[in-house]
Structures are given as C-alpha cells and as structure tokens.
C-alpha cells in the first residue's frame, strides 16, 4: 500500500498482486506497475501517472489530484 499525508514525489516501478494507493496530501508519482488489481483512492492534489499493466483498475477521486492512467496496458 502506497499511503501519503503529507507531500510524496514517487518515480520507480512496483510489482505485485495487488497495489492500493491512498492520497491525502500533495504529491507527484509516475510509477509503473504490473499488477492484477490498481485501487487508487485520492483526496489530495497533484499530479499522478500510472503505465504498466493492471487487469482491474478502480478509482475514487474527490480531491484536485489529476491521475493520468491513459498509458496502463498499452
């Protein structure tokens, strides 16, 4: 599990079943993944990147975050 409070800049590769991410500060993260199941739950701002590959993908967003997926399983 990814978790921010407070302000996070993330840029490498994570690999796993399953990766969850919950944001509620500001942050800029570009990660790749492979992975079966990307949660990404976010309430903060910023910007957040995901390429890779991810079977399921589900998103919650309330905050200002923008969160660029347009690259996942290409």
Known sequence: MLTNTGYLYV???A????????STGI?????DVECRKL??????????????????VDIISTGRAGIRTSELNK
């Open 11 to 13: 840029n490498g590769k």
């Open 27 to 31: 942050e800029r993260r570009d990660l």
């Open 39 to 56: 949660n990404i739950t976010s309430t903060g701002s910023g910007v957040v990147t995901y390429r890779g590959t991810a079977d399921e």
């Open 15 to 22: 690999t796993a079943k399953y990766i969850e991410q919950n």
